[in-house]
T-cell receptor
């Protein structure tokens, strides 16, 4: 079992560009969540996808959007990149949407640098 | 709304001595609480979780945490630190009232240093 896999591992983009990050959940998991972890801070929730729909959203602007495919993999898209979007982007997957009975597994993240 | 406060940004201990990482939480409902560990260039790994069963929770690698509702605390402890414990530790809360679904809310993290 490969666990949660994210690609790419590192990415450098220019201000104003658009970026797409990808995530494949752990086998058997159907829910994918995305988090942004700025340097020296804890991860912050961006949004969660379940059954190909965005189910919850954190306090992030509409520049951040996502998608979930029928095979449960997911993409995070960020438009009009700002310097402040530089961060480690983490994908987490779990089975169902409740954390009480299922563990959320995290990928190693994509390090995005905006210059 | 839920929130988590990790009371120490950095903790330094000597190898073989006890570890205490402090966490206070705020929640409108009966929360689920977790501790995650993040080693450099690695993903987050779940150490332990509290989900309204036993208040003393045992996790991996000898870590445990005690849920104290009266103090709204969920401190992480380990009797004897090992060099491999050096990492960033996150206290996390999740509220799930009824069938509601909540994201994980992370604290700001505590960096644990273990001195030889």
């Amino acid at each position: 079992d490969a666990g949660v896999t994210q690609s790419p591992t590192h990415l450098i983009k220019t201000r104003g560009q658009q970026v797409t990050l990808r995530c494949s959940p752990k086998s058997g998991h159907d829910t994918v969540s995305w988090y942004q972890q700025a340097l020296g801070q804890g991860p912050q929730f961006i949004f969660q996808y379940y059954e190909e729909e965005e189910r919850q959203r954190g306090n992030f602007p509409d520049r951040f959007s996502g998608h979930q495919y029928p095979n449960y993999s997911s993409e995070l898209n960020v438009n009009a990149l700002l310097l402040g979007d530089s961060a480690l982007y983490l994908c987490a997957s779990n089975r169902g949407q409740q954390f009480m009975n299922t563990e959320a597994f995290f990928g190693q993240g994509t390090r995005l640098t905006v210059v | 709304a839920q929130s988590v406060t990790q009371l120490d940004s950095h903790v330094s201990v000597s190898e073989g001595t006890p570890v205490l990482l402090r966490c206070n939480y705020s929640s409108s409902y009966s929360p689920s609480l977790f501790w995650y560990v993040q080693h450099p260039n690695k993903g987050l790994q779940l150490l332990l979780k509290y989900t309204s069963a036993a208040t003393l929770v045992k996790g991996i690698n000898g870590f445990e945490a005690e849920f104290k509702k009266s103090e709204t605390s969920f401190h992480l402890t380990k009797p004897s630190a090992h060099m491999s414990d050096a990492a960033e530790y996150f206290c996390v809360v999740s509220e799930e009232p009824g069938t509601g679904r909540r994201a994980l809310t992370f604290g700001s993290g505590t960096r644990l240093q273990v001195q030889p």
